[in-house]
């Protein structure tokens, strides 16, 4: 495997575990007896853990290299989705739903700077690829989900499996990882010990904010949505998702080409128009079919626009870029984690489906700063033309 390709598995294997565990929240909201705001109280425990890691785990990362910290990261949070099932009680639960997130935040900065370094080695673009890897693997993930819950097999079967599958293509993939140089002229300066965002930053935290709402309304309540508003039954309302990361992962493998021909501030503004429709169309859907349409405009929408505030943070010279990635993901990546919790609030006070409509302003709000992005521009300082793509 190519290096870059297996920074690509890191983000495929996690995004199957973690989504292996999101597929089966109804059952989990029933069995633990929740409701949408409790079950958004206890998601929330996840996001202080993201917090957490993000906040804290850039020097730890930086000593023990990308290799162990992905096998810590995937393996950590993989055996916390496995746990989870087990446990009789929402109070036990959440440590686990914390501890995951730790992982999860420490495993963002990893991936991200690990990411945008070989961008740098290779002479072009792979951050939309990299991430459109995790899309893919929620796709896989939804896409066996929606036949195991119609089978009913049971939560713990089904997570226990998603652990064995990590473990083994884990093993394969991250072995070989090897630290990727630094690019040239990144900041040289000692990292502090805690990552904070900079004014600087304001803008490009804004619009990696704004679809990382949109994917967690799209991943997490979707299937519950469609339960909820059309009665649908488990393959049908765990499609929504399915259909959700297809969409994503189909816009993210593809877009770097496009990025590169027409520049990352049209691209986002674009892709954040298509997610407004979206949104607007799940809100406002008299079936399940136009809903299912929203959901994957929404894929669309918020495909590349968070890699793409990625990549501009981490090329960013005042300071390390694996600090302003990871302030750039305390702000973004938590919201992923936040946002859901905040909409199970929304939904259960208003409704589900009116609670599409609460992610709207934040997306006009990144349209109102695109120009935070280049306009267009090479990813690297140095190119390296002798490297084939791929």
């Given at each position: ?29 029933l069995r633990l007896g929740l409701s949408e705001g409790q079950l958004g ?135 070989g990882i090897e630290n990727a140089p630094a690019r040239p002229d990144a ?43 059309f009665g649908a039954e488990p393959f049908v309302a765990t499609s929504a ?150």
């Amino acid at each position: 495997m190519k290096p870059h390709h297996r920074i690509f598995g890191v983000f495929f294997i996690f995004s199957m575990t973690m989504g292996t565990l999101l597929s089966r929240l109804p059952d989990l909201q029933l069995r633990l007896g929740l409701s949408e705001g409790q079950l958004g109280l206890l998601l929330l425990t996840m996001s202080l853990g993201a917090l957490f890691g993000l906040t804290f785990s850039s020097p730890l990362i930086a000593k023990l290299g990308a290799r162990t910290t992905a096998f810590v990261t995937v393996f950590g949070a993989s055996l916390m989705y496995a746990l989870i099932p087990w446990v009789p009680s929402a109070v036990l639960v959440a440590p686990l739903f914390f501890v995951a997130g730790l992982f999860a935040g420490a495993l963002e900065i990893n991936v991200n700077l690990e990411t945008d370094r070989h961008e740098a080695k290779l002479g072009f673009r792979i951050m939309n690829r990299a991430h459109g890897m995790w899309s893919l693997g929620f796709f896989v993930t939804m896409f066996i989900a929606s036949t195991v819950r119609q089978a009913g097999i049971s939560v713990e079967a089904h997570t226990f499996g998603a652990l064995v599958m990590a473990a083994l293509a884990g093993w394969f993939v991250f072995r070989g990882i090897e630290n990727a140089p630094a690019r040239p002229d990144a900041h040289e300066g000692k990292p502090p010990l805690i990552a904070f965002p900079t004014l600087g930053l304001a803008a490009l935290c804004l619009i990696g904010a704004a679809p990382l709402l949109v994917e967690g309304a799209g991943i997490d309540w979707s299937a519950i949505y469609m339960r909820d508003v059309f009665g649908a039954e488990p393959f049908v309302a765990t499609s929504a998702v399915t259909l959700f990361s297809l969409f994503m992962a189909v816009a993210r493998l593809s877009s770097d080409p496009i990025v590169d021909r027409f520049g990352p501030r049209t691209v986002v503004a674009t892709m954040l128009v298509l997610a407004v429709a979206g949104l607007i169309c799940v809100a406002i859907a008299p079936n399940h079919f136009v809903a299912l349409a929203g959901f994957a405009l929404m894929g669309v929408g918020c495909s590349a626009v968070y890699p793409l505030a990625v990549s501009a943070a981490a090329q960013r010279t005042d300071r390390p870029a694996s600090i302003n990635v990871a302030a750039l993901g305390q702000l973004t990546f938590v919201v992923f984690f936040v946002g859901p919790p905040l909409l199970g609030f929304v939904a259960q006070a208003i409704g589900i489906r009116n609670s599409y409509w609460a992610v709207v302003p934040l997306v006009i709000a990144a349209l109102l700063v695109v120009k935070a992005l280049p306009p267009k521009g090479p990813v690297l300082s140095e190119p390296s033309p002798l490297t084939p793509q791929g």
